[in-house]
């Protein structure tokens, strides 16, 4: 079993930065490839990062590419998602995810675990 409590969410200018935390607890995290998830009000759930449990392979949606960072630290149960340049389009709920076999990780149905989620809101 994995528990996720996801932070660091707010509001921000446009171009402004947020870094939101995603702290795990389970004694196998470090096996779990994890993703970040959001989801804006009438719209479907999408697809932002995920990263393998080694950290070493990261995957990004083309909306974010270049601004957006993922990375883990795995002795501390922790993913991070580093948010740059943020624009109105990204306000959404982000949502943190666990996947405890490795499957396609752009897709939400093959993850097993969630956070709460956490709001970030960018004016404009």
């Known amino acids: 079993q994995v528990q996720l409590v996801e932070s660091g969410g707010g509001l921000v200018q446009a171009g402004g930065s947020l870094r939101l935390s995603c702290a795990a607890s389970?004694?196998?995290?470090?096996?779990?490839?994890m993703g970040w998830f959001r989801q804006a009000p009438g719209k479907e759930r999408e697809y932002v990062a995920s990263i393998t449990w080694s950290g070493g392979r990261t995957y990004y949606a083309d909306a974010v590419k270049g601004r957006f960072t993922i990375s883990r630290d795995n002795a501390k149960n922790t993913v991070y998602l580093q948010m740059n340049s943020l624009k109105p389009e990204d306000t959404a709920v982000y949502y943190c995810?666990?996947?405890?076999?490795?499957?396609?990780?752009?897709?939400?149905?093959?993850?097993?675990?969630w956070g709460q989620g956490t709001q970030v809101t960018v004016s404009s």
């Open positions: 995810a666990a996947q405890s076999v490795y499957e396609d990780s752009r897709y939400p149905n093959n993850y097993q675990y």
């Open positions: 389970g004694r196998t995290f470090t096996r779990y490839t």
